[in-house]
């Protein structure tokens, strides 16, 4: 047989018939590696080959090679420390006895046979002898079968080898030769896996560019010189061939399944003129399986790849240079026949894909007031994806490759495609349209990131060097639209100023705008919205070019905010930053009254206030809307119709300002007449008061009643609410209890009686707190009774202060109420001081309230002198205290005072 393993295995039958061969093995040496072609253990047949390295520690093996004779070993535990070499293998189960016998072919030791045997003294010298025999014709014939198989192996690689050359050289591009090398090497040598790798010529990064495995190349596999064994090769320009990856650290595992099988690996580097053009790399899932022959044979592939590779890549150049020198006056010529800004966007987007390569070539333009790229110009997408792109507005944010260039102001090559650009290819390149310190827009065209790396920088020096010439180009011409937009501008706006100006009604003004606006941007129709602030809704205001009918329609038309709101919904173009303007498909009831499919929504502010719109209909051509010119012209007008708004609200406001001034000056004048304009002539007592409302009319009051049998009624009071409301209360509340005043006896009664009253005549949640005393002279009582108010401060003249407590619930809340009298002896030099919330509550800056033992401490200390100066004194430490803080409440104070003071001496 001339088979090798197949010899093995009739080596392995022969012995059995002279000994025990049910553990035994034959291995044929290859270099320092020891590979076992037939292997069974205890009666099992093994897997094989199997590859083992001896270069550290052949053990016997290694010692029968270097010694080429036998070795008996009868027991290995009793002969150990005897023995020649150690035994590598390590088991919980060893041999105890063995024979290793050598396999020799002339001079050399081509392989080993042993046997081996769980019993000891189980092989004796006949066994080695019979062995010997069997060795020198098994020697025999390995030795002429691989001969035989490597003669043949080596012409038919060489065939192999020269018809794969035939076929990559009739391929013109590297990419074609890379994936035929791959191809027909995988083919016609079985390999595991192929790979074929280029050094980049500017960085020396050896990258993988066909692969047998679609998955292995999908992982852009890159290294550097010297990085696992294709970058040993390259480094070293040597072929690198290792039989047992798993032991060599030069391999680089990657997480891939066709790598996991990968048990020996071939790199061959592709040098032509002492220049590595890159690596041919060969792998398999058999250890040991890579033979002298398959080095020979693939170094002679490498040779003629390299042959092939470098002629394909000196016609790149020569190609990619002759088309590069032309490129430039192209875009050159195209932008100088352009007659404006659009017809030069136009040929730059034409030509740029043929001149690059590229599917697809696009232009956004940079709004800087706007902070918005718009208004692109597309060539190459179909029809209706490139009608969208036109609409788009895409602001910093919407696009993150895009902010990158923005903001970098840098080329870029990206894979975030944005699902609005319909693209076959994975990548794109952007590169900003720059001039001085701004940004004029970007370009964007399909990325080459699979290309060839030269032609790649070529190709993208080349994309930005149209984008600087397009730049530049579109700087002068927007300079030159710029000047021609601002003249037309302002002698638009000039216009629509001079005819505003000499008119008064509002009405007028906003007609006059409605009519202007057609004549001067060309839209269809004009309709002004006023926002009612009161009802919360937008009605119809002037309008113009809509027939009978529509206008019919449109003064029928109450928009609510959210009505407002759900328009702008329905964006013809994104809403500017400022919110100056909205572009908006009409919904079917307002195309109706405009009589157009799209409009522009200008909503009127001022003061930061939303007072109205302005609609201008437009039938938006290829989606897209008015120029810039045109918008600016509307903003403009837009703007002197808010203020035109404004000024008429303004105007009436003040109208109404005044006459709710003139009738709260008459209000308090009425409310002041009802006030005591003076002090009281109590027999006895001295007395004083102040008023002070914190609005124009005050909700706090009180009253002196001079009752019969010379009684005095004392009232003090307090509305819960503050200005108008308050002051309708108060009058109605002072006029029913001094109508009860003069009627009852006691307090208490009165105010329950004012109480019924107030409850069934209460239109609103107001109530008033109320206290009432009645005073006799002739006896020097008190009686009083408290309707929820703040309990008086009662001074004795010997130092004491007391606060008149009782029990009352407010006026006005409940229908029916319990109040009851207390009754007190008001002694000479006795101080009472009647006070309202606005005393105590009032505040300064830090919020800190006057309070009520402030309050105490100044009657205490001016309790000697007049009512009048501790009401002066009170009066002005409260208003020390608030300085420039203003109060929020009324302030009502009475002081009354016993005299006839008895001195103890």
Known sequence: QLDVTALCGLIAEQAGQVIDNRTFQVGLFSGNQYRILYWMVNGRIQDTPQTFDL???????????????????????REMDRLPAKPRYISPDPPRSAIFIPLISGEDVMGVMAAQSSQPDKFDEEDVRLLLILANQAAAAIAHAQLFEQERTRAAHLALVGEIGRQISRSQSREEIYRQVVTLT???FHFHLVNIYEVVEETGEIVMQASSSPDFLAQGMRLQPGQGLVGTAVASQQTILSNDTANDDRFI?????????????????????????????????????????????????AAETAVIISKARQLARQREQAWLSTVQLQVAEAIGLSRNMEEMLAAVTRLTPMLVGSQFCLIFLWDEERQVYGEAVVYGLPAEAAAAITRLKLHIGDWRALDAVHVGRQPLSTRQIPGWLPVAGERLRLVPLLAADQTLGVMAAEDFADDYPARLRRREELLDNIARQTA???????????????????????????????????????????????????????????????????????SY????????????????????????DATLENLRPTGDYYGIYLP??????????????????????????????????????????????????????????VNHQLYQEAAERSRLEQELDVAREIQASLIPSGSPDIPGCDVASYWQAARQVSGDFYDFLALDDGRWGIIIADVSDKGVPA??????SRTILRTIGFNRRDPASTLMRTNHLISLDAQNDMFVTVFYAIYEPQTGKLTYANAGHNPPLLLRAKGEATLLTTNGMALGILPEVEIGNQTLDFLPGDTLVLYTDGVTEAVNEDYDEFGLRRLSMIAREHQSESAAAVVTAATKAIRDHAGETPQ?????????KREGVRRDV
């Open 253 to 301: 595992r990657q997480p891939n399944e066709l790598e996991a099988y990968t048990r020996a690996e071939m790199a061959i580097p592709l040098v032509m003129d002492d220049e590595v053009l890159g690596a041919l790399d060969v792998q398999s899932p058999q250890s040991g399986r890579f033979s002298e022959v398959d080095q020979t044979t693939l170094e002679a592939l």
């Open 888 to 896: 929020f409440d009324d302030i009502t104070l009475i002081v009354m």
């Open 588 to 645: 079917d009831w307002l195309r109706k009254v405009m009589g157009t499919s799209a409009a522009y929504l200008f909503p009127l502010q001022a003061r930061g206030n939303l007072v109205g719109a302005l609609l201008a209909g437009i039938e938006p051509e290829n989606g897209r809307g008015l120029s810039a010119r045109r918008l600016n012209i509307l903003t403009g007008v837009a703007h002197q119709a808010a203020t035109a708004v």
């Open 186 to 188: 995988k083919e016609t």
């Open 727 to 732: 002051a309708l209360f108060m009058a109605l």
């Open 545 to 568: 070019g809509l027939n009978e009918m529509q206008r019919g329609l449109l003064e029928t038309l109450e928009l609510s905010r959210e009505e407002f709101q759900a328009l702008t």
């Open 472 to 542: 530049v180009a579109l700087e002068n011409a927007l300079l030159r639209q710029a000047q021609q937009e601002e003249a037309w501008v302002n002698t638009a706006l000039f216009q629509v100023a001079a005819a505003v100006n000499r008119l008064i009604n509002l009405d007028e003004i906003l007609d006059t705008i409605t009519r202007l606006i057609p004549l001067l941007v060309g839209v269809e129709s004009a309709v002004i919205l006023i926002w009612d602030a009161e009802k919360e809704l937008f009605h119809a205001g002037p």
């Open 55 to 77: 270069s550290d520690n052949g053990g016997i093996v290694s010692w029968v090679r270097q010694s080429k004779e036998p070795l008996l070993v009868r027991d290995f535990q």
